[in-house]
């Protein structure tokens, strides 16, 4: 006897969705959102599975719009109460 064919993780539409083309589309979307998020390089490098020489290095150039609150983060940690 053989084993039961497993359920395949995706249904047909989320096969057919673009997100679904190739499956480092969803890790790339997810790690780039979580950068783009403000979580800490170092925390997202670990979720991955890889270090933060390689995160950086592939997902860098994905961070935006982070200009702004990286001036702001400096100059409440330069403030003096």
């Known amino acids: ?10 249904s047909t539409a989320e096969q057919a969705s673009p997100l679904a083309r190739r499956p480092y589309d969803l ?3 997810c790690l780039s959102t ?7 390089p ?3 490098a ?12 592939i ?3 994905c961070v935006v719009g982070q200009d702004e609150l990286a001036k ?3 100059s409440e940690a330069l403030r003096e109460d």
């Open 46 to 57: 670990e979720w991955a599975g890889h270090g933060v020489d390689v995160l950086l290095r």
């Open 42 to 44: 170092t925390q997202v």
């Open 72 to 74: 702001r983060r400096i």
């Open 59 to 61: 997902y860098a150039k």
């Open 1 to 10: 006897m053989g084993h039961p064919r497993p359920r395949h993780p995706l």
């Open 34 to 40: 979580w950068l783009n998020g403000g979580i800490y």
């Open 27 to 29: 890790r790339h979307a």
